[in-house]
């Protein structure tokens, strides 16, 4: 009776095995670390299996030695002798674990600290200290010191320890980008920090990792690191882009007309003009992902701007049925136009 039970749990757990594997995007993950934080993590948690794969051998080969050696032999029948207690190895068995305890806790502690910052950003004039803020379900990125916000993908250069001051403009998020480092909180009304460094240039995919509404799963984002150059380059256009301007060709001109008409501006900022109610559009055709999940091509942008609720339940944006397709054509054309990294660029 208990055996079949048991089989029948054999499914499931092949089932399980293997949708662990479906976590999807080949950089969301915390195993093939890219940077000295999650080198730590990573580091920490191979320490960790290895003190349980000890345990375990050892545990096994006792138990397997004692059922063998005092095992019941034929003819005997006498009780075997009775003991109560035993200094020696009540001695081990305490002072071992003791000893494995103090193997996990000193590196632990060591790179709690060590990678420990504060949100302050007088302590950190030779770093890069971007201010990020989750907002249901999208992310925020000001770089205060140069003068500008970015929405959706955080750009950090190459080889730096890159100070993220963590705050929450609604309810708690976390953030978290797995292949550099752990999550932390964001908590509305109080200000986390952590660093995070990446040793080489990408594309690392983020995520939201605290439940934080219906569309939680898809707060999704990208931190893209760039060799030192490349990064100053596109700090300047970051920097260069004031304000929303009208471009010169015709159609997109005429898409910059239907962009002030619906007072998108009154949500997304571009350059330092307009709100951060929504993610700042000024660098937006770069964007790999649309709203973080949908892959930024003109059809999903089109879907997106006329039902955002179904393409990303419960989020702020404000929905478009009705504009024609003239306007629609004319404003992703203008949407196109907001790039700072052109043609070139290679993520
Ligand atoms: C009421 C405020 C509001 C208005 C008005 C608004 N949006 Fe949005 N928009 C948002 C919010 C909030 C998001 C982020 C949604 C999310 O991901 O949770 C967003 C996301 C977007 C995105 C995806 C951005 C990214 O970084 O991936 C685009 C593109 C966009 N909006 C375009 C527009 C356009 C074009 C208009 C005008 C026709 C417009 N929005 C009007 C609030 C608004
Ligand atoms: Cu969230």
Not at 128 to 144: A, C, K, P, R, S
Not at 152 to 177: C, K, M, R, T
Not at 303 to 325: E, F, T, V
Request: charged letters at 20%; proline letters at 5%.
């Amino acid at each position: 009776m208990l055996r079949k039970n048991v089989w029948r749990f054999l499914p499931l757990s092949l089932i399980m095995l293997f949708l662990t594997g479906c976590m999807g995007e080949e950089n969301l993950t915390a195993l093939d670390p890219k940077g000295p934080a999650a080198q730590w993590i990573f580091d920490n948690m191979m320490l960790s299996l290895y003190v349980m794969a000890f345990v375990s051998i050892v545990v096994f080969v006792i138990y397997f030695i004692i059922l063998a050696k005092f095992r019941r032999k034929e003819g005997d029948n006498e009780l075997p002798r009775q003991v109560h207690g035993n200094t020696a190895m009540e001695i081990t068995w305490t002072v071992i674990p003791i000893l494995l305890l103090i193997i996990l806790f000193v590196p632990t502690i060591v790179g709690t600290f060590k990678f420990h910052v504060n949100a302050d950003p007088s302590q950190y004039e030779d770093n890069l200290y971007i201010n990020v803020t989750g907002h249901q379900y999208w992310w925020q990125f000001d770089y205060e010191e140069e003068g500008f916000t970015a929405g959706q993908e955080v750009y950090i250069p190459v080889g730096q320890e890159v100070i993220f001051e963590l705050n929450a403009e609604d309810v708690i998020h976390s953030f978290w980008v797995p292949a550099l480092g752990g999550k932390q909180d964001t908590v509305p009304g109080i200000q986390n920090a952590m660093y995070l460094e990446a040793d080489e240039p990408g594309v690392y995919f983020g995520k939201c990792a605290e439940l934080c509404g219906p569309s939680h799963a898809l707060m999704e984002f990208k931190l893209i690191a760039l060799e030192q150059d490349d990064y100053d380059a596109w700090v300047e256009e970051m920097q260069s882009i004031e304000e929303a301007e009208q471009p010169d060709e015709a159609l997109a001109s005429d898409g910059y007309e239907v962009f002030e008409e619906q007072s998108c501006i009154g949500c997304h900022a571009i350059g330092g003009q307009g709100t951060a109610a929504g993610p700042s559009l000024t660098n937006f055709a770069d964007r790999q992902m649309i709203a973080g999940v949908l892959e930024n091509n003109d059809e999903n942008l089109e879907a997106w701007i006329r039902d955002p609720q179904s393409l990303k339940q419960g989020n702020k944006m404000q929905a478009y049925p009705d504009m024609s397709d003239e306007d629609m054509e004319a404003l992703i054309a203008y949407l196109r136009t907001l790039e700072v990294r052109g043609a070139d660029q290679d993520y």
